[in-house]
């Protein structure tokens, strides 16, 4: 079977996407849920491209999101931002400093949302179908829902063995 060439640094295995609900207790392992989505981005005054996008959600790190752009070189970019910044972007304007994230409606594209990023290596305003952002988002709300995110964070003694290699 050929590589997947969008899988990121995970020892070239994909995380397996979900399929609808499970039912959530604070001892069932939730699963990672990941999906590629192809972004448009602002190129130019008139000129816009695509980008293969992994969003990847771990249920290990219940509060962020991974989002990865794939430009087409070895080399990929990664930025991690808020489950909530992204899920409180597809409802109104949100976020500050280096991801901005608002919901708009393209008479092409119909439900979008738009990420703008900075940082110090330059910037870019990239557009998404909002249905497919949700669709995803969603997936991770049913794995990991909203509240329980602290029944999937390492424990207190999870950390110490860790940080201390108690066994």
């Keep these: 079977m050929p590589r997947d060439h969008l899988s990121a640094a995970t020892g070239g295995v994909p995380y397996r996407a979900t399929q609808g609900a499970r039912p959530q207790s604070p001892c069932r392992p939730a699963l990672p849920v990941e999906d590629v989505l192809t972004l448009r981005i602002a190129l130019g005054r008139d000129r816009v491209g695509t980008v293969p996008t992994r969003f990847r959600y771990q249920p290990e790190r219940p509060y962020e999101v991974l989002v990865t752009f794939h430009l087409g070189r070895p080399d990929e970019v990664d930025w991690v931002f808020s489950r909530d910044l992204l899920r ?57 829902p909203e509240g329980t995110e602290p029944d999937c964070a390492p424990t207190d003694e999870q950390l110490s063995a860790f940080l201390f290699g108690d066994a």
Aim: glycine fraction near 12%.
């Design 88 to 144: 409180d972007g597809l409802r109104g304007l949100t976020g500050q400093g280096d991801v901005r994230l608002w919901p708009a409606h393209c008479p092409c594209h119909g439900a979008t949302l738009h990420l703008a990023l900075e940082s110090p290596y330059g910037s870019a305003l990239l557009e998404a179908s909002a249905p497919g952002v949700r669709d995803w988002l969603d997936r991770t709300y049913a794995e990991v």
